[in-house]
C-alpha cells in the first residue's frame, strides 16, 4: 500500500529566504509524485509533478522538487519565498491500481511566510 | 478557475439531517473525486467514479453515498448528519480514462462546498 509522510506540520519562513517542505513516500510499484498549493479559502491547485526523466522538476511559481528514489523523497524547495506563497501544501503520491489511478494524499504543510 | 464547480460554497444544517452536495467535472474528464477536509482528519479520499461507475473507495462512512450522472456531474449524499461532519468538501476530476490511464494524471479540485452542522 502507498502511503506519502510529509514531516513538518507547520514552516515558518522569513521573506525572500529559501525553503524546503519534506516529503517521503512509500510504494510497492512506480509511482507518480505531486505537489499540491492550498491557498486560503480555496481548492487545491497543482504546482507540479513528476512522471518520469529527470528528476528535477520545476513547477510554478519558481518551485521545483527532486525525486531521490533510493531515499524515496520528494522534496519541495524554492530559492526564495513571498508573502504570497503563504499557504498549505500537499505531497501525493498515484499510481496504477487496478486500472485506475489512486491518488494518496499527505497530511499537509503550512508554509507561514514572515516580513 | 479549475473548470471544476460545486454547489452550494455554504451549508448550514443540523444534526440528524440530509444534505446533497453536487459537483460538475471539467469538460472532458470522467473521473470524479469526493475528499472530506477537517481540522483533525486532514484531507481524507472518499469515493471515485470513473464514467458513471464506482472505481474506489476510501475513508467513506455508511451514512454517505456518492454517484456519478449520465452528463459527468457527481452527488455526495451525507445523511445522519453529526457534528463532526463539518468539513470541507472537494470534489476534484480528472482525465483519467480506465486503464488507458497512466497513473500520472493531475486531478483538478473544485473549490470546495463547507458544511457546518449545528
Known amino acids: 500500500a502507498q502511503s506519502v509522510t510529509q514531516l513538518d506540520s507547520q514552516v515558518p519562513v522569513f521573506e525572500e529566504a529559501p525553503v524546503e517542505l519534506r516529503c517521503n513516500y512509500s510504494s510497492s510499484v512506480s509511482v507518480y509524485l505531486f505537489w499540491y498549493v492550498q491557498y486560503p479559502n480555496q481548492g487545491l491547485q497543482l504546482l507540479l509533478k513528476y512522471l518520469s526523466g529527470s528528476t528535477l522538476v520545476k513547477g510554478i511559481n519558481g518551485f521545483e522538487a527532486e525525486f531521490n528514489k533510493s531515499q524515496t523523497s520528494f522534496h519541495l524547495r524554492k530559492p526564495s519565498v513571498h508573502i504570497s506563497d503563504t499557504a498549505e501544501y500537499f505531497c501525493a503520491v498515484s499510481e496504477l491500481s487496478g486500472g485506475y489511478q489512486k491518488v494518496t494524499f499527505g497530511t499537509g504543510t503550512k508554509l507561514q511566510v514572515i516580513p | 478557475d479549475s473548470g471544476v464547480t460545486q454547489t452550494p460554497k455554504h451549508l448550514i444544517t443540523a444534526t440528524g439531517q440530509r444534505v446533497t452536495l453536487r459537483c460538475s467535472p471539467r469538460?472532458?474528464?470522467?473521473?470524479v473525486y469526493w475528499y472530506q477536509q477537517s481540522l483533525d482528519q486532514g484531507l481524507q479520499f472518499l469515493i471515485q467514479y470513473y464514467n458513471g461507475e464506482e472505481r474506489a473507495k476510501g475513508n467513506i462512512l455508511e451514512r454517505f453515498s456518492a454517484q456519478q450522472f449520465p452528463d459527468l456531474h457527481s452527488e455526495l449524499n451525507l445523511s445522519s448528519l453529526e457534528l463532526g461532519d463539518s468539513a470541507l468538501y472537494f470534489c476534484?476530476?480528472?482525465?483519467?480514462?480506465?486503464?488507458?490511464?497512466?497513473?500520472?494524471?493531475?486531478?483538478?479540485f473544485g473549490p470546495g462546498t463547507r458544511l457546518l452542522v449545528l
Open positions: 476534484a476530476s480528472s482525465m483519467t480514462r480506465g486503464t488507458s490511464g497512466s497513473g500520472g494524471e493531475t486531478q483538478y
Open positions: 469538460s472532458g474528464d470522467l473521473s
